[in-house]
C-alpha cells in the first residue's frame, strides 16, 4: 500500500510538472512565433542590407580589406539588434542584460590580451584612409627599407633591396618617421669629393659642374658644388645632384653616371683625386 502511494504521488508530480510546462509553452506560443517572424524577417533584410552595403561601401572605398571589415561590422550589429529584439520578445530580459555585460567584460579582456594587433589594425585603417605610400613605392621605416608590395590591415609587406620580403607590422609604420622616396618623383644625391691641394679650385668647380650635366636621369633643378672641408691628403667639397629617381634602380644608377664622368673629366683636366 505505501508503494502504490509513493507511485501515486509521483505520478501526481510528473503530471503537474507537464501540465506547467504544457501552459508555459502556451503562454509563450505567441511571443515565440512572433520572435520566429522576427528572425525571419531580420536574417531576410540583413541579407539584403548586405548586399547593398557591399555595392555602396566598394564604391567608396577603393580598399578591399577595409571595405570588407565595415561591411562586417556593420552585418554584425544588425545580427546583435534583430537578436535581442528576438530576446526582448521573449521576456528574456536578464539574458539581454547578461548577454550585454559579458560582452563589455569579453570585450574589455579582449582589449588587453591582444593590444598589440589591436594597436596594428587600428594603424592599418589611419595608413589605409591617409594614404603615406602605396603599392610600388619605394619607403623606408626604421631599419626596412625596400618597394612596398601591398598594404594589409594589420602588416606592410615590402620587397627590400636584396630581393627579400619583410612584413612590417603598421604599428611600427604609424608611430616612426616615414621616407617616401618616390612621391616628390625625385631624390637629391649628395656625393662627396676630394681633390689635391695643388688643384684650382675654380677650374674643379666648373669641370665637375659641367660634367655632371651629362647624367641622364638629371632633375631640372641645377646641381650645386660647395667645399666644405679641409681634409689631411685634400679639399672636400658636396656636389648636390637632384635626379629623376622615383625608384631606386634609377638613383643608383645617377649616382653611377656622376662618378664616372666627374673621374673621366677630371683625368682629361688633370685634376687629381688623392
Given at each position: ?30 511571443n ?85 594587433i ?47 620580403i ?38 674643379v ?49 645617377g ?16 685634376i687629381?683625386?688623392?
Amino acid at each position: 500500500m505505501l508503494m502504490n502511494l509513493d507511485i501515486d504521488n509521483f505520478y501526481k508530480v510528473i503530471t503537474e510538472k507537464i501540465e506547467r510546462w504544457i501552459n508555459s509553452v502556451i503562454e509563450i506560443l505567441p511571443n515565440l512565433l512572433l520572435a520566429i517572424v522576427i528572425l525571419i524577417a531580420g536574417l531576410f533584410i540583413i541579407k539584403h542590407v548586405r548586399r547593398l552595403l557591399e555595392k555602396v561601401i566598394s564604391r567608396f572605398v577603393k580598399y578591399k580589406n577595409l571595405a570588407n571589415l565595415l561591411i562586417s561590422i556593420i552585418h554584425l550589429l544588425l545580427f546583435g539588434i534583430v537578436l535581442f529584439s528576438v530576446l526582448k520578445v521573449l521576456k528574456l530580459d536578464g539574458t539581454v542584460t547578461t548577454l550585454l555585460a559579458g560582452a563589455g567584460v569579453l570585450t574589455l579582456a579582449l582589449a588587453f590580451a591582444f593590444q598589440d594587433i589591436a594597436a596594428n589594425f587600428v594603424s592599418g585603417v589611419f595608413i589605409t584612409f591617409q594614404r603615406p605610400f602605396r603599392a610600388g613605392e619605394t619607403i623606408q621605416s626604421k631599419d626596412h627599407y625596400g618597394i612596398v608590395q601591398i598594404v594589409h590591415l594589420r602588416h606592410t609587406v615590402i620587397k627590400n633591396f636584396q630581393g627579400q620580403i619583410v612584413t612590417i607590422p603598421n604599428k611600427d609604420i604609424f608611430q616612426n618617421a616615414l621616407i617616401n622616396f618616390t612621391a616628390l618623383g625625385r631624390r637629391r644625391l649628395d656625393l662627396k669629393v676630394g681633390v689635391s691641394y695643388g688643384d684650382d679650385l675654380d677650374k674643379v668647380e666648373s669641370i665637375t659642374l659641367e660634367a655632371v650635366k651629362q647624367v641622364s636621369v638629371l632633375a631640372d633643378r641645377p646641381p650645386q658644388l660647395f667645399f666644405d672641408a679641409f681634409g689631411d691628403s685634400s679639399i672636400e667639397f658636396t656636389l648636390l645632384l637632384w635626379l629623376r629617381a622615383g625608384d631606386q634602380p634609377t638613383f643608383w644608377q645617377g649616382r653611377s653616371e656622376a662618378i664616372k664622368y666627374i673621374k673621366k673629366a677630371f683625368d682629361e683636366n688633370n685634376i687629381t683625386i688623392p
